[in-house]
């Protein structure tokens, strides 16, 4: 039968504190490892259920699901965008066209009113003129 070894000298008591370590060096380490398991485990579980959360698909199914609906809605968006500015330049021409008919048909049924702007378009390009050689006299007489 083996006694508890009676240490005599020095020798002995460090030989029994190195046994002593070699068996509770792993066991200690084992148990410290197991506590840490134990920590990451519980994080684990709680962001587990953060995401998880009861649903039946996962985060990441849900959120490509999001995107693809927004893009599609972006592109719904885009396309309502560009038929409005096609039938709003639709819209101008032909608002232009009619102005244009109108005012044919006003000159052709009134034909005073056509002498009437020709005139008075001269007498506005006769002003002009005017004021241009007046503007002219003016600064040659600045720069003497």
């Known amino acids: ?3 508890i070894p009676n240490p005599d000298s020095w020798s002995d008591v460090v030989t029994i504190i190195i046994v002593t370590a070699i068996v509770a060096g792993p066991t200690w380490l084992t148990a410290r490892a197991n506590r840490a398991i134990k920590g990451v485990h519980q994080q ?7 995401v998880v959360n009861g649903h039946t698909s996962p985060l990441r199914s849900d959120v490509d699901d999001m995107r693809t609906a927004v ?6 968006v885009r396309g309502g965008f560009s038929s409005l500015r096609a039938d709003l330049a639709e819209e101008r021409s032909a608002r232009r066209d009619g102005d244009m008919s109108l005012c044919e048909e006003i000159h052709d049924r009134h034909p ?8 008075r378009q001269a007498g506005d390009q006769g002003l002009r003129k005017d004021l241009d050689a007046h503007l002219d ?7 003497r």
């Open 1 to 3: 039968m083996n006694t």
């Open 44 to 50: 684990v579980s709680i962001v587990r259920e953060q």
């Open 71 to 76: 893009s599609s809605l972006r592109d719904e």
């Open 112 to 119: 005073a009113v056509t002498q009437e702007r020709t005139a």
């Open 137 to 143: 006299d003016g600064t040659a007489h600045e720069t």
